[in-house]
């Protein structure tokens, strides 16, 4: 009967566990296999524990090309459309203009249609247009910023219908010019979508491998490059890569939150 | 276009230059429309406000009040029409240029400043120097220096008023706009605000328009009053001019109650006009306070202008007197009994008496009501009765 109880009074508490424990436990496998020493070349099995791979996270410089590639192509693709993304969001909350729904149900497609779809369409359309010597960093950072710029525009656009319009009036009648109030009211209001949407587009981007692997024609991005390694054999820098992602993450939200965190618990 | 609105430059006298200079900060609207497509909000409105007053324009929703504020605001621009500050047009001036402010109806404080920061951004924006001490005094004056590092979400509705109003005030604009201020308080709260409103209003000697559909709380604070409806100034006037003395049935009826009774003017009975109800009751109306120019007039009076008796010999000499009512309906509160009396001359007929003790009279009660007839007015005949009293219970008052 005791046990039964305490179940009871537990149980939310239990499912919440049972739940995280379910979302988390792939990134501790990740961690923790990166400290393994495999005797073969597949990384899959725990044998023993070493640093091996975080001193040699490029594994001799195999992994350099790919890695950079996938980095600078997603803070491109990030940046193109988080610019791109917020402006067409204004563009859409704040003026009515001729095809506005039209525009709006276009900007749902490349989250809707299968990636399998857009990424052989994509390919059809730069081999014509362009031809085989396109494809490579300029057809998949096109690519990229076509997909990215959807989640851009819904992100942007949910915080910017949540904002009151009164709010920039408010400005206005205070004596700040259109500058002034997009910079002082506008922005700083929008400015946590836009973030959340940049960081959308950095994950999206970083580890895409469909749309990626039919557009990239000879180049290799980091996951298309383990895809490959993955009928040779992988090495445990992968999961470094992969841990040091997770870290660097779970840094970013550190820094956002815990001054937020300090300062109610400090009200309190 | 008279001469005061001209704007060339003038050679004038010293005596000139004083006259010149008082009228500088009146705020005038001149002929003013706003469309907006095929509806016309505000139609041909001309209107002088003093500088220094408190002015209220008094309307239910949708009569062009707040058209009419954010005209003079910024926040929208007129069809036609000019609106002068002094003699300064800025008809077509951008909101940020003028030295107009406004309190806002939700307040619209910025949500990621701290109080001190809202406070000073109007003064930032302008780039004047030294705004510490400005702030400061303005956190004092709405009593809230206490919490001017906190964000506009951890205030109550009550201080975030005082916020939107002191963000507002340390500018010190020519004209300081209110829109609804009060409406998001609770009744306790508004009182309050009522008063401290007023206050500042006389320290500090700016002209403030206030936009409301709260007919007490124009009544409470204005100087003058405005009622508008649909897009036109019904009455304009002192709050008690407005009150005893209602140019139409819809002023008469929005502004308070009234009974209004349809009769036709018989003729003069000294300073009086005698009129036949419709009933064949004959009342006295005073001549000067009789708005209808032809023969068909509506007679009104406040209901607690008028005594409730329970037979004809009680009645004052002089009054008035209207026959052959019984109490519908009595209700009791506190300080005074409201009757609704059906008679011959109106269905319902409302009554206030002071409770002084008298006699409650129960529904059924067979009862004669009277009034004094120099509190009574007259109102054109041709009119729509009925007007301005569903906007009345619209607005909720």
Not at chain 1, 97 to 109: A, D, E, Q, T, W
Not at chain 2, 361 to 388: M, N, Y
Request: hydrophobic fraction near 45%; glycine fraction near 8%; include cysteine.
């Amino acid at each position: 009967m005791a046990v039964v109880n305490w179940f009871r009074k537990h149980v939310i508490a239990i499912v919440a566990f049972l739940i995280f424990f379910f979302l988390l436990v792939p990134n501790f496998v990740v961690v923790w296999m990166s400290f393994n020493k495999p005797s073969g070349k597949y990384n899959v099995k725990w044998e023993k524990f070493s640093f091996d791979a975080w001193k040699n996270p490029l594994d001799d410089g195999i992994l350099h090309d790919p890695l950079m590639l996938s980095l600078e192509i997603a803070l491109l693709a990030t940046l193109v459309a988080t610019v791109l993304g917020t402006m067409i969001a204004f563009a859409i909350v704040r003026h009515s203009f001729k095809g506005r729904g039209f525009v709006n149900s276009v900007l749902f497609l490349p989250m809707a249609a299968p990636e399998i779809v857009m990424g052989t369409t994509l390919l059809a359309l730069f081999l014509n247009t362009f031809g085989v010597s396109f494809l490579g960093f300029k057809s998949i950072l096109i690519a990229h910023i076509m997909f990215c710029v959807s989640y851009v525009v819904i992100t942007v656009k949910s915080r910017l219908n949540g904002m009151d319009p009164m709010l920039e009036k408010a400005a206005q009648d205070l004596y700040a010019t259109p500058w002034q109030t997009f910079w002082r009211v506008t922005f700083p209001l929008v400015a946590p979508g836009i973030g959340a949407a940049a960081l959308l587009s950095f994950a999206l981007s970083f580890d895409d491998f469909i749309i990626t692997e039919m557009t990239a024609g000879n180049s290799v991005t980091f996951p298309y490059w383990i895809w490959n390694a993955v009928q040779k054999g992988i090495p445990p820098q992968v999961n470094v890569i992969g841990s040091l992602m997770l870290i660097i993450t779970l840094a970013g939200i550190a820094v956002a939150e815990v001054p937020k965190w300090l300062k109610t618990s400090k009200a309190h | 276009m008279s001469k005061d609105t001209d704007t060339r430059p003038r050679a004038v006298s010293e005596r000139g230059r004083a006259r010149v200079d008082t009228e500088a900060g009146d705020l005038k609207l001149v002929n003013v429309t706003k469309r907006f497509g095929d509806f016309a909000a505000v139609k041909d409105l001309t209107l002088t406000i003093p500088q220094g007053s408190f002015f209220a324009l008094l309307g239910a929703s949708g009569c062009g009040k707040t058209t009419t504020l954010r005209m003079v605001s910024g926040l929208e621009e007129p069809t036609a029409g000019r609106v002068l500050l002094g003699d300064h047009d800025v008809t077509r001036l951008r909101p940020y240029k003028r030295p107009v402010n406004t309190v806002f109806q939700n307040y619209a404080l910025f949500p990621h400043l701290t109080i001190a920061e809202n406070i000073a951004f109007g003064l930032k924006r302008r780039g004047v120097k030294d705004i510490k001490k400005p702030v400061q005094d303005m956190l004092d004056l709405i009593e809230l220096s206490h919490i001017g590092a906190r964000k506009p979400n951890q205030l109550s509705g009550g201080q975030q008023q005082r916020v939107a109003l002191g963000r507002a005030l340390i500018n010190r604009p020519q004209v300081l706009l209110l829109d609804e201020p009060l409406g998001a308080l609770d009744l306790k709260l508004r009182r309050q605000m009522q008063i401290e409103l007023k206050r500042i209003q006389t320290e500090v000697g700016l002209t403030f328009v206030h936009v409301t559909h709260d007919q007490e709380e124009a009544m409470t604070m204005a100087d003058t009053i405005a009622v508008m409806n649909m897009g036109r100034i019904e009455q304009l006037g002192s709050p008690t001019d407005l009150y005893e003395n209602p140019k139409t049935t819809f002023v008469a009826n929005f502004l308070g109650q009234s009974n209004l009774l349809p009769g036709k003017v018989a003729g003069p009975v000294g300073e009086h006009l005698q009129v036949v109800l419709e009933d064949g009751t004959r009342v006295l109306i005073p001549a000067a306070r009789n708005r209808a120019g032809g023969e068909e007039v509506i007679v009104g009076v406040r209901p607690e202008k008028v005594s409730i008796h329970s037979s004809a010999e009680d009645v004052p000499d002089g009054h008035n007197v209207l026959a052959g009512g019984v109490v519908t309906d009595t209700s009791f509160v506190g300080v005074s009994t409201q009757y609704v009396v059906k008679g011959p001359y109106c269905d319902e007929f409302g009554v206030f008496v002071q409770n002084d003790g008298a006699l409650i009279h129960r529904p059924g009660s067979e009862v004669v009501v009277s009034w004094d007839p120099s509190q009574g007015f007259g109102l054109d005949g041709k009119q729509d009765i009925d007007a301005g009293a569903e906007a009345d219970l619209e607005a909720g008052s």
